[in-house]
């Protein structure tokens, strides 16, 4: 019932429910991935220092996220892939907000999830992103 209602239950509520469960309780299978989850959910709270990561640009030269995050600025990091309508169609508000802040200590640096390097490349073009 846990893993079937996690959503229903806030994030401290399936963390109390897990603190005070037993061993076999929370070894069943779904119950672990409520485990993880949490664990996940814990690693990126707010105030919490990122995971750096590194990651080609279009002419394979890899970038650390640490690259960007920590100078000073503020940095959205956007997952994004060219095959994600959600991800289309608020890419020009990502693009008009990077062009009215950039130059007042704000950077944006996308993470693309494509596995298509040719689609990836023809979304950055298409999407008009710098």
Not at 48 to 57: I, L, P, S, V
Not at 76 to 99: G, I, N, Q, T
């Amino acid at each position: 019932m846990l893993y079937d209602f996690r959503y229903n239950l806030s994030e401290e509520e399936r963390k109390e429910i897990i603190d005070r469960a037993d061993a076999t309780f929370v070894a069943v299978p779904e119950v672990e991935k409520v485990v993880d989850h949490l664990t996940v959910l814990q690693k990126v709270a707010i105030g919490k220092e990122f995971t750096d990561f590194e990651m080609a640009d279009t002419k394979g030269q890899l970038h650390p996220l640490s690259e960007y995050v920590g100078n000073g600025k503020v940095v959205l990091v956007d997952f994004w892939a060219s095959w994600c309508p959600p991800c289309r169609r608020d890419m020009p508000l990502l693009v008009e907000a990077y062009r009215k802040y950039k130059g007042k200590g704000f950077e944006i640096v996308g993470i693309s999830l494509d596995s298509n390097q040719a689609a990836w490349k023809k979304g950055i073009k298409d999407l008009n992103i710098t």
